[in-house]
T-cell receptor, first 110, second 115 residues
Framework: DQQVKQNSPSLSVQEGRISILNCDYTNSMFDYFLWYKKYPAEGPTFLISISSIKDKNEDGRFTVFLNKSAKHLSLHIVPSQPGDSAVYFC?????????FGAGTRLTVKP | DTGVSQNPRHKITKRGQNVTFRCDPISEHNRLYWYRQTLGQGPEFLTY????????KSRLLSDRFSAERPKGSFSTLEIQRTEQGDSAMYLC?????????????FGNGTRLTVT
């Protein structure tokens, strides 16, 4: 059962523009959400997170938005840079149980 | 902080052989997790340790899989009688407490190919 879904396998944006990556979840018990970034031949690295008691968390160029009623979260990257090109995984957690989405490959073109 | 180290980086084996992977977590981290990632999918939880105690195993972890963390430091994941369906990237991660705060630190993984 896929409790965390990233429906866009890939996204391509121009350098300097906004990248918006989306994630949907089905389990209402999830109370913490994270985004990880993965470069080829490396493990995922933590990017940004948000608790279910918030609807927005910002860290520099990265902002995560959470819409609990829609069970939807999104990651905004502004402005996008070529170095942001990677696979982005959404993850959701309920206590010890953390589930990952299938990932979205972001390509930022110079 | 030298990061999470996994060895080997790549392993090619024939179906039916046994393989063992090693993970060295960040030294002060109590929690150690194993995940499996197949092509086009996100990491899937396999098992985790709190110090030397294995506290949870996913139903994905068949009885051909066994994990240990003797002395609460490094961990090994063994797969017996490998099958082609075991081909995947095996990721190890560690953290101070749970999986979210602070977040998991992942190693670079061991890619297993079963021929």
């Amino acid at each position: 059962d896929q409790q965390v879904k990233q429906n866009s396998p890939s996204l391509s944006v121009q350098e300097g523009r906004i990248s918006i990556l989306n994630c949907d979840y089905t389990n209402s018990m999830f109370d913490y959400f994270l985004w990880y970034k993965k470069y080829p031949a490396e493990g995922p690295t933590f990017l940004i997170s948000i608790s279910s008691i918030k609807d927005k968390n910002e860290d520099g160029r990265f902002t995560v938005f959470l819409n609990k009623s829609a069970k939807h979260l999104s990651l905004h990257i502004v402005p996008s840079q070529p170095g942001d090109s990677a696979v982005y995984f959404c993850a959701a957690s309920a206590s010890e149980d953390m589930r990952f989405g299938a990932g979205t490959r972001l390509t930022v073109k110079p | 902080d030298t990061g999470v180290s996994q060895n080997p980086r790549h392993k090619i084996t024939k179906r039916g052989q046994n393989v063992t992977f090693r993970c060295d977590p960040i030294s002060e981290h109590n929690r150690l997790y194993w995940y499996r990632q197949t092509l086009g999918q996100g990491p899937e939880f396999l098992t985790y340790f709190q110090n030397e105690a294995q506290l949870e195993k996913s139903r994905l972890l068949s009885d051909r899989f066994s994990a240990e963390r003797p002395k609460g430091s490094f961990s090994t994941l063994e797969i017996q009688r490998t099958e082609q369906g075991d081909s995947a990237m095996y990721l190890c991660a560690s953290s101070l407490e749970g999986p979210i705060s602070p977040p998991l630190h992942f190693g670079n993984g061991t890619r297993l190919t079963v021929t």
